[in-house]
């Protein structure tokens, strides 16, 4: 370890050039972080609000707005200024559910663990209905079945092979695996991929707004043809559902029938017996509700008044929406609770920044960065509109097109740090091909070698809020983080929960994410920035982006 250490912070020194100055590191306030931080904690009492207490925060639910409050509150609390929520939209209509039960009914009883998409209506009480098998994947599969599906439950999935897990259910970085992904690829990737997802096949473009458009189609008419749900198994199994969205948001568009997403090993079931000739009634009992009061959605803003460089500012944040079956732990209340963490910090040492620190908890990052994207588009600058065709696309398949508008704000932002890969604790950062960044993080983490954080890499990763700000042409940074159960247990699943937050990983990344943000305000210069983006073909999806088979929404 000591010496992968020292051979980086060579390399480090030969990018930064000879005749560069070291830069400054206050290690004294760093002790003092790393105390408060490690000896005063309060990190998981903030995630517990937003989890245990607060509960699931979909993008437009009233338990978001909650959510909103009260983290405006607590900041406002703990001595930070012009605590706030900031509209922005319109996102659409808000949904919620109370509860779900699907239940064999014949040929013998039996619960089933099964979670509604957001986004589908209820069932206005519980209803029974035959099982039935069908393929709905183009208009002439709907021809087939026309006339036939009234009052039916349809599986509309062939059954999952189950096979035994060929990886760990729960990773860390190795320090191979560390080395490889500081290693800059020049051949076309541009988003780093982390370990246990290498190898998804590029999302087709075309062939995803095809069945886009499609889904649009099947709800109108499975509602015409008066189906009573559709079930579909889980991605991941285990007992585990993973769940995003399924209706429409919009309050013009049909939602169309209520839709379920099974455990695999159960919804397996259903097919043997369908497949074998026996016949299955199923009752379902879904209570979901759509909000209308608010067509808005809104992010929470906060901030540390900086003195004499006080009209630029250094932010920090993570997104506070999360999809409705767990409590959204670790995607993404743990990077909400460590940015709250950091700041936390810096109030009780007293500090008093050069420059203003400003907290943003966004919303609508599950939909497509939507919350990041409209304060970017708001406060500092933006693309022109895409065109019709590609706002019909999730914002990680759009192409980058047209000139970057600039606000004033735009040249008083030095640089923005994002946390949101779950509850692993942070390894290192991506520079997204700032080169210029490598000599002053490589000093920033200098006191962090001993916490496991040290690895500086110039790929870009994608799919967090830090790329509204990239896209335009401003410092924006993810760190890396250890995966931990994040793919396999806890993303989008009902299992993302206050037991899968390891509480000594937000500590850690807590005492790093104010150190960074601390030595940002304090720096004599603003933070270098790269030249402004071009234009570009869509990238290839993060993990963190890409579509299940059942999170796909207009």
């Known amino acids: 370890m000591r010496r992968r250490l020292v051979t980086s912070l060579v390399l480090g020194s030969a990018l930064s050039g000879a005749a560069a100055p070291e830069e400054p590191v206050d290690f004294g306030m760093v002790t003092r972080i790393r105390d408060e931080g490690f000896g005063g904690s309060k990190v998981m009492d903030t995630l517990f609000q937003l989890t245990d207490v607060i509960g699931a925060r979909l993008t437009g639910s009233p338990n978001l707005k909650r959510a909103n409050e009260w983290t405006r509150d607590q900041l406002s609390s703990w001595g930070l200024a012009n605590a706030h929520l900031e509209s922005w939209g319109p996102f659409g209509r808000g949904w919620s559910f109370d509860g779900a039960s699907v239940r064999v009914v014949a040929p013998a009883e039996a619960p089933l663990v099964a979670y509604p998409k957001a986004w589908t209506p209820g069932t206005d009480g519980p209803v029974r209905g035959k099982a039935m098998r069908v393929t709905l994947d183009s208009e002439a599969d709907l021809d087939k079945v026309k006339g036939k599906v009234a009052g039916m439950v349809l599986l509309v999935a062939d059954a999952r092979e189950l096979k035994g897990p060929d990886k760990p259910l729960f990773t860390r970085y190795t320090d191979q695996e560390l080395e490889d992904l500081a290693q800059f690829q020049v051949s076309g990737q541009r988003r780093a991929v982390p370990p246990g997802v290498a190898g998804q096949p590029p999302v087709d473009r075309e062939g995803f707004l095809r069945r886009q458009r499609f ?55 259903l097919v043997r017996l369908l497949d074998r000739g026996t016949p299955v009634e199923l009752e379902i009992d879904v209570r979901s509700r759509f909000h209308d009061e608010d067509a808005n959605a809104y992010n929470t803003v906060a901030e540390i008044p900086g003195t004499d460089k006080k009209g630029e500012v250094v932010m920090l944040g993570a997104h506070m929406d999360s999809w409705h079956t767990g409590t959204g732990a670790t995607d993404n209340a743990a990077g909400c609770a460590v940015a709250m963490e950091a700041v936390r910090i810096l109030k009780a040492l007293g500090v008093q920044p050069r ?81 210029a960044a490598l000599p002053i993080f490589e000093a920033w983490f200098r006191p962090f070698a001993d916490l496991g954080a040290h690895t500086l890499t110039n790929r870009n990763t994608g799919g967090t809020d830090h790329l509204a700000f990239d896209a335009v042409g401003l410092p924006g940074f993810q760190f890396i983080q250890d995966a931990a159960d ?69």
């Open 355 to 435: 420059r203003t620190i400003r907290i943003a908890l966004w919303s609508g990052e599950e939909q497509g960065l939507l919350g990041s994207r409209a304060y970017v588009r708001q406060h500092f600058g933006s693309r022109p509109e895409p065109p019709p065709e590609e706002r019909e696309l999730p914002s990680f398949l759009r192409r980058e097109r047209g000139p970057v508008t600039v606000l004033p704000e735009h040249a008083k932002l030095s640089a923005y740090f994002n946390l949101d890969n779950g509850t692993g604790k942070i390894r290192g950062i991506y520079t997204q091909g700032n080169t």
């Open 215 to 269: 889904q649009r189609t099947l709800r109108e008419f499975l509602k015409a043809e008066k189906a009573l749900a559709t079930l579909e198994p889980s991605s991941v199994d285990g007992g585990i559902v993973r769940v995003s969205g399924g209706g429409s948001r919009q309050k013009a568009d049909d939602p169309g029938v209520t839709a379920l997403v099974v455990a695999a090993e159960h919804y397996n079931r």
């Open 486 to 554: 994040y793919s396999t247990r806890s993303h989008h699943t009902n299992m993302d929960v206050y037991d899968r937050i390891q509480r000594e990983d937000l500590m850690q990344a807590a005492v790093i994410m104010a150190s960074f943000v601390y030595n940002a305000a304090m720096r004599d210069a603003m933070f270098p920035r790269k030249p402004m983006p071009r234009e570009s073909p869509a990238a290839s999806p993060s993990p963190e982006a890409t579509p299940t088979a059942n999170s796909l929404q207009p």
